[in-house]
Structures are given as C-alpha cells and as structure tokens.
C-alpha cells in the first residue's frame, strides 16, 4: 500500500492553546479516510496544516512519500492537494468559472483562460458528472452546487488528495447523498479524499478508514469495516457515551399549550402554516417532525410570539391570548420560553460577552439591576449555569461567538429553561453540536419533561423526534399530515407522512 | 441658452470633471481592494501642492506632474502600511491623511513662496496647454485611464484578483494569492490616480496652487463612486454629470433666472453640492459596497 499523506509528529501552538500535540497520521493512496472529532479537538487546525494555510511549529509532512515544505497554500496546491473549506472560499460576486480561474488564471488577460478553463470543466463534467453552469453568479446558486464548484477548483489545479472540512454541515439529506456518490467516483478514479466531520453515520457510510481526535491528540484509527459507531464514540469523547435516550413513561398531566387552526401567511401571501391544531400537556415532549421549510419553523415562531398569525387562537395554561398582539417579551412572562431554531440570528448576539448573551430577552428583570446593569449579577447568573451545564470555557466574559457550537447551545437553552418555563418550545436543539453535547441536551430536556413541564420539540432530524417525544406530528406543506404516539411509530411511515402521504388509517 | 453657449458649458464640464473622475477612479480601485480611503481629497492636495511648486521651481509641467504623482503616491502607501500591515482603522488613516495634507502645504507654501499658501503663477511649459479639442494631455489621460480601468479590472488576471480581494479575501488566500500584495497595488493605483487629479487642478485648471482648493472635490468623489456602484463606466457618466452641474452653475452667475430673479451667487455655488446630496439619497437606489471593503484582512487568528 502507498501512502498518499504522512503526518509525523505535528504540533501547532496558537500562544498559550496547544492545538496539535504530537499527531500521527497515514492515509492510503486511493481511500476515503475520515477525521472525527469533537469541535475543537484539534481536526481543522490539523487540515489548515496540511493546506500550508497554518505553519506547523513541529513536525514532518510527507506527500507521495517525499518530505515536504509548505509555507503557504501555493505550496499545497503544487503538490496536489486541494481544500474545501467548511464555510466556501467563494467569491459571490463573482461567476462560477470566475471563482474556478481565480489564482489558476492562466496569462495576463483572462480571455484565453477562460476558453481554456471551460474546455476543462467540460471533461471533469463527463469525467465525475461535476456538471456546473459557468456563467451562473455563485450568489444565485445553492450550497450543494457552491460545494461542487468548490471541489472543481480543486480538481482544476490538479488536486490528488481532495480534504473536505464538515461537508454536509449545509447540505440536505438528499444533497449528501448526492456529495457521498461524488466522492466514491472520485477514489475509484483514484484520488485520495480526506473527510472531516462530526457525524458518525456518514463516517460509516462513506468512508475506508477512520481516525479519531480528542484534544489535540489522535485518539484511535479504526478500519471502518471493523468498527461501530459506538466505538467511535468512546474514543472520539474518551469515556462510554450513550447515543440512547433513556426514558421513563410519560406521565400527562393537565393541558398547558393550546392551539387550534392556527394559519400564519407570509408577506408573499402564501400560506405557511395551514389550520394547524394540537394540544400539549404537562410532561410530555410532542415531536414535529418535517422536512426543512414545511411551516415547522414559521409554527414555533408564531407560538413564540415572534410571527404574526393569520388567524386561529392560543390557550396558555387554560388563559386565552390576544393573538392581535403577539409579543415574545409578552409571553414570556406567561411562561413560554422558546430556544429558537437558529441561535446566531434569533438566539444570541455573537458579539457580546457571553453573560450578556446569558441574560437577551430577561435584560429587564429586576434581578439585573434595572435601568444600568448590574455587572456582578449578569456574570454571576451564567457562571452558575455554566457549571450546571458544563459550558467551557468557564469564562461568563468571553465573546459568545469564541464558544463552540454546543456551548452556544447550552448558554441559550440553560437562559431559558433556568427561568422556570411551563412551555418550552425548542427548534433544532443539536444543530451544529457535538456528540458530548447533545447527550447532556437530550437528557436535560427529558428532566425536564420529567419535572412536569410540556415541550414541544421542531427538529428535522427525525432520530432526535423519535428518541425524545412521547407523541409526534408529521408537518408537510404547511399542515399536519398524521400523528403517532412513540410507541407505534417507526421511520418509514414517518418518512412517507413527512412526504405528505397522507394517512387514512389513523 | 444659444448652441455655442451649450457647446461652452459641455466643454468646460468635461475639464471640471476631468479632476473628479481620477479621483473616483481612485477611489474605485482602492475600494475593489478592499480598502476604504476617504483620503482622496489629502492625497489630490498634495499633488496639487507638489506639482504646482516643483512646475514653478523646474519651468516644467511634466517635472509637476511626477512631483504630485510621487508625493500622493507616498501617502497612498502610508494608507496602506496602517490599513493592511498595522489593521489599523481606514477612516481614521484616511482622515489623518486629509488633515495633514491640508496643514502641510498650507504651511510649507507660506513658508516656502511667502504668497500665503499660493505658489507663484504658471506660466508656458510649467504648465498643460491644450492639444486637442480645447483639452490638455491630463484631460486625456483622465479619460483614458476610465476605459483602462474597465480593461484591467474585468478583462486581466490583476482585475480578477483585486475584486477578489475586495469580496473574500480569504478565498483569494486559499487560491494562492497574497491579500496583502494585490491590496498593496491597489492602493499604489489610488494614489498615482488622485496624484493625476491633483496635479491637473494646479498645473492645468488653474495657474498654481491655492490654499484648500481641493474644496471637497474627494469627498464628491466619493459620493460619485457609491452612485456609480463601484462600476467604471457609470463612474465616468457620473463625474461627468457632476462636472456639468459645476459648469453650470458658474455659467449661472451673475445671470438672473426667469421668475426668480437675481440669485446670489453662493446659491448658485451650493448647487452641485446640494444635487450630490439630492442624487445620493433619491436615485441611488441600493449600493452594495464591496463585502470586504474596510475590513482588515487578518490570516492567523
């Protein structure tokens, strides 16, 4: 076997933060070699190595076997390696082909390259079936096609080992799917693909060979064939982790949220949530289920107060509410609180300290000190909660956006599930989290179910809505397309409610 | 207004906007880079400065126009070296610059000629003669400079990567190309361009140099650039307009207006500011600045 990559001993100090400490690691010549880990275990600093974007302070980079220098990206792309990076290194204003010439242009006028360029991407289309309209803005296209123009620059500039950073992080099922077929072309034709991600099930069904990080370290390699996803759950969090929910049975209690035909159209005039009625009672989880941008989203926001309805009525804890004036301050002080499907835009200001991010939507509460804010309280509140929810760093006075995804997630969901809801309403709860992440936030919402409190959970992905919910509704095109309970309820069937199969049985 | 009358007003638009549209070009490449100079009108001083005394010390017009081409040239660097090696902030670089460019040749002026801040008057080979259609070298070089600006900027290699630059540095970075670099001979052209404008306001509008007399003309550059949408063709349109709106409103002087009677001349003056303004926020419509445009571009974080 010839080895395509060989990392010997790599560490990078950023200052203090000893990012990479003492990694090894091989790659094969022709495989799909998958990097896991947890966010911040080290994986992208590790590739922005291999990319000569990063100077490794130690270490030894072997390419095709021969030792090699890498000052800057130049010096990568020379010895075939191409990047595509998490969030695309894309111009928006520029076209397609614009974007794939840039640093590759071929002589003083852009002309006589862009000719040649075309000719190009032509055999690469019939070659690996990459087919992109050249002349198309990158602006006006969708992400799965941007990642496909990304992975042609590389394979322009004649790129052997293709490393892709969290490549379905902005992809949909489908357009996973569709990247993964891509990739498998693309070893049989021989390159080598290096795939970073946190997602298990991808790394067992796409890739050759695994390697795991934890802190900076490797952790374990794993032939993929000969491990489970188990196993590289341990190893990618260091200690036994359950991807399980354990749960008890659920115990109802009265009616706490209330809705009946509930219709909310947009400032198109479409309807996007369609006579949508359901009840949700004290210590139960009601799952909704869907595929992104079925009315699930524009649903919680109008129960959050966030949206206006078109019509229909709201009864919380058995008190109609004024549906004319929906205000989110409004209902929480009726007990609803909402962790919003996006925390960037609705959940947190990125730019502020991370107490002050703590305390969005409370700023008022007599307990921070009223019209000036009382420094000590604010910071004192979240790093209460930060021990409670484990959020690391433990420092209330960092900038929100120097959290990783998951810690993000546990400051907004510990603000509202700390001011004693009786309603939660939660969109996407582990979106962009890690695996140790999610297991604390799946439990915590089960405790909470357990201490007598209704949630109602929005996720799209439907093994979250199976594992928490006591009941599930299926939203597609804006109506509920069919309910079960958790005891009878199983992928399939929600898959075809999902694509509006509407059921007669039930 | 009678033909030759129009043909006048046409003519001395096109020399009035000559000044404006180097600077907007100016403008235009820099910000394509990525940064932000609200000191084209410092830098259009300078030159003017520069070129007026070496024109008057040497007898040479072209002697003036290297000595404004240089001094600009240096403060477009200085721009440079705090906005892309030291991530300084560019308004503040950009207002320093026009501060001391406004002090600087006021008081070597004075020092220097002892006419108050003027230089001595231009006369003959000090000074840029028309050539062509009543207009000088400068002028046609001005215009010159718009068509290869649109050449360079979408038809070249360089072009690419400057808009580039402007847009994602970062994307520009991972294809292999120096942010800093490209920046750098942005803001280089930005310079030698506002050293042109300057130049042609001392040594061929007018016979020498007079304290501020710039008088905004970078600032209305830079407004002209916004309504142009950092584009070049409609940059030179626009300059054009505003050089027009200038020609008029000096032909309105002493006139009196049908209805309204004598206007006193400040009114008159006021005009092509107050159109800069009207024009700015009615028919704009929405500008989009380059993404990255005053942004520091920082590699390792």
């Known amino acids: ?506 | 207004m009678e033909l030759d009358a129009i043909v006048i007003v046409l003519g001395s638009g096109v020399r009035l906007a000559a000044p404006l549209l180097c600077a907007c070009l100016a403008g235009l490449w820099s910000e394509r880079s990525g940064i932000v100079d609200i000191g084209l009108e410092g830098k259009m001083l300078a030159a003017a400065f520069a070129g007026a005394a070496a024109a008057s010390v040497t007898g040479s017009a072209i002697m003036g126009l290297l000595a404004g081409l240089s001094a600009s040239l240096a403060l477009g660097l200085l721009h440079g070296y705090a906005a892309i090696d030291r991530h300084g902030n560019q308004i503040v670089s950009g207002m320093a610059i026009n501060m001391i460019a406004a002090g600087l040749t006021a008081l070597v002026g004075a020092a220097w000629f002892g006419q108050g801040g003027r230089t001595p008057s231009l006369e003959g080979d000090a000074r840029f003669n028309p050539v062509l259609f009543g207009m000088d070298p400068l002028t046609i070089i001005t215009i010159l400079c718009a068509s290869l600006t649109w050449l360079f900027l979408y038809k070249s290699r360089f072009g690419l990567r400057l808009r580039a630059a402007g847009e994602n540095p970062a994307a520009l970075e991972t294809a292999g190309v120096s942010v800093r670099r490209i920046r750098y001979a942005g803001v280089a052209i930005c310079g030698l361009l506002c050293g042109l404008g300057g130049v042609y306001l001392s040594v061929s509008q007018a016979a020498g140099f007079l304290p501020q007399m710039t008088a905004g003309k970078g600032f209305i550059a830079l407004a002209a650039l916004v309504f142009a949408k950092w584009k070049p063709i409609p940059a030179l349109f626009t300059c054009f307009l505003f050089g027009l709106l200038d020609a008029v409103a000096i032909r309105m002087q002493g006139l009196s207006v049908p209805g309204l009677g004598f206007v006193p001349v400040q009114a008159i003056q006021a005009l092509p500011y107050v159109m800069t303004v009207i024009l700015l926020a009615g028919f704009v419509g929405r500008a989009i600045p380059p993404r990255a445009s005053g942004i520091p571009y920082v590699k390792e974080n």
């Open chain 1, 1 to 506: 076997m010839t080895l395509a990559i060989e990392l010997i001993d790599i560490h990078k100090r950023f200052g203090n933060v000893h990012a990479n400490k003492g990694v090894n690691l091989s790659v094969q010549k022709g495989s799909i070699h998958g990097i896991v880990g947890e966010n911040g275990a080290g994986k992208s600093t590790l590739m922005s190595i291999l990319y000569g974007y990063y100077g490794a302070t130690s270490g030894t980079i072997k390419i095709d076997g021969r030792e090699a220098r890498m000052r800057s990206s130049r010096d990568a792309i020379a010895l075939g390696i191409g990047m595509v990076h998490q969030h695309f290194m894309l111009v928006e204003t520029l076209s397609v082909l614009e974007n794939i010439l840039l640093g590759a242009e071929g002589g003083f006028w852009l002309s006589a390259g862009k000719d040649a360029m075309r000719a190009k991407l032509a055999t690469l289309a019939k070659t690996y079936g990459l087919e992109v309209d050249p002349d198309a803005r990158v602006a006006d296209i969708g992400v799965g096609q941007r990642q496909r123009v990304e992975i042609l620059k590389a394979l322009v500039r004649g790129a052997h080992v293709l490393i892709l950073d969290e490549p379905t992080a902005v992809l949909t099922p489908t357009e996973a799917d569709n990247l993964f077929d891509m990739l498998r072309v693309l070893r049989d034709e021989g390159k080598t693909i290096l795939l970073i991600t946190h997602k298990l099930r991808e790394i067992m069904h796409v890739t050759d060979h695994v390697s795991v990080m934890r802190r900076g370290e490797m952790a374990a390699h794993f032939e993929t064939s000969h491990t489970s996803v188990e196993e590289i759950a341990d190893a990618m969090v260091g200690r036994k982790v359950s991807l399980i929910v354990h749960r008890g049975p659920a115990n109802p209690g009265r009616v706490l949220l209330e809705a009946r035909d509930l219709v909310v159209r947009d400032m198109h005039g479409v309807t996007r949530v369609d006579h949508v009625s359901f009840s949700l009672r004290a210590g139960e989880i009601v799952g909704i289920a869907g595929v992104s941008g079925n009315g699930q989203s524009e649903l919680l926001e109008a129960l959050a107060g966030m949206q206006r309805l078109t019509s229909g009525g709201i009864t919380l804890d058995g008190a109609p509410i004024d549906t004319s004036r929906l205000d989110p301050s409004h209902m929480r002080e009726l007990g609803l609180m909402h962790v919003p499907e996006d925390r960037h835009r609705h959940g947190l200001v990125m730019s502020f300290e991370a107490c002050e991010s703590g305390i969005l939507g409370f700023q008022h509460d007599a307990a921070y000190g009223g019209a000036l804010l009382d420094r000590a309280a604010v910071e004192s509140g979240l790093a209460a909660d930060m021990e409670t929810y484990d959020i690391r760093p433990r420092d209330p006075r960092l900038t929100t956006h120097s959290f990783s995804g998951g810690n993000q997630q546990k400051i907004v969901l510990a603000r509202e599930i700390e001011r004693g809801p009786k309603v939660l309403l939660v969109g996407q709860p582990t979106r962009g989290v890690d695996i140790g992440a999610i297991e604390f936030i799946h439990k915590r919402l089960m405790a909470l179910r357990d201490a007598g409190k209704a949630i109602l959970l929005v996720s799209v992905e439907l093994d979250e809505i199976m594992a928490l919910s006591d009941r599930i509704l299926v939203m597609c095109g804006g109506r509920i397309t069919g309910e079960r309970t958790a005891a009878n309820a199983n992928p399939r069937d929600l898959g075809l409610l999902m694509a509006g199969v509407t059921d007669k049985a039930a």
